[in-house]
């Protein structure tokens, strides 16, 4: 366990002035910042319960389906190309600490900066929405359902643990941050080619990992 936190420490250090670490804060704020100004240009009347459900969704929708993907292929790849790049891996497995210590800390180093960025998304998502409402009259939002919010958010972040981990390992085990990229674009880009209805879903679409955490969010599909 000692070897395990000095390991996850080691990693926290490396992440200093690094764009990992940027895009916990930037992927979030991508996602929000292009549905308020979409919805402040074209906002139509709605109940106060509706508008809520509706811009919660949607951001929840745009982050779980396009960004969440591609977001966890970008990070695991710039984190475990820190070493590829250094060409230390080897200098890592010789330290006096266990290989499964440095792996298992790369590993829950990917789940930490992609659950951050899933609560800053929460915030992101609050504070936005409060905004437009204030700057939009016919997009007024009364209140703040946490549960709606916060159940939105992380619901496709569990549902992305999966493909966090086989990110992990692929980014790990190979050399070329291309590569890394190119697999998670592939994986993303192939499950729209997959049938969206009907029996043929059931038997193909449901085992795609990328489509895990729509299928996890409370989306409304």
């Known amino acids: 366990m000692t070897s395990f ?3 996850l420490s080691a990693e926290t250090l490396k992440l200093k002035r690094t764009l990992a670490l940027w895009m916990v804060f930037l992927a979030p704020l991508i996602v929000v910042s292009l549905r308020f100004f979409i919805l402040y240009d074209r906002a139509k009347p709605s109940p106060g319960t509706e508008a ?3 811009y919660v969704r949607s951001c929840s929708a745009l982050w779980a389906i396009f960004m969440l993907p591609l977001f966890v292929t970008l990070e695991t ?7 590829h790049t250094a060409k230390s891996w080897k200098q890592l497995f010789a330290l006096p600490v266990s290989r499964a ?8 180093m990917n789940f930490l900066l992609i659950g951050i960025s899933t609560i800053i ?21 009364p209140g703040l359902p946490v549960e709606l919010i916060v159940r939105s958010a992380f619901l496709p972040f569990i549902a992305s643990w999966l493909i966090i981990a086989i990110h992990s390992w692929i980014s790990m085990r ?3 941050f291309a590569l890394s990229l190119g697999v998670g674009i592939g994986l993303c880009s192939s499950r729209f080619l997959l049938p969206a209805q009907g029996q043929e879903r059931t038997t193909h679409g449901c085992f795609h990992s990328t489509r895990y955490p729509k299928r996890g969010g409370c989306l409304p599909w």
Request: charged fraction near 10%.
């Open 174 to 176: 190979w050399h070329g």
């Open 77 to 83: 790849a710039l984190l475990n190309n820190l070493e």
């Open 5 to 7: 936190i000095r390991s």
């Open 52 to 54: 809520w459900l509706m």
């Open 121 to 141: 998304l929460s915030i992101l998502v609050a504070v936005s929405a409060k905004l437009l409402s204030a700057l939009q009259p016919a997009f007024v939002m």
């Open 101 to 108: 210590s440095v792996v298992s800390a790369k590993m829950m």
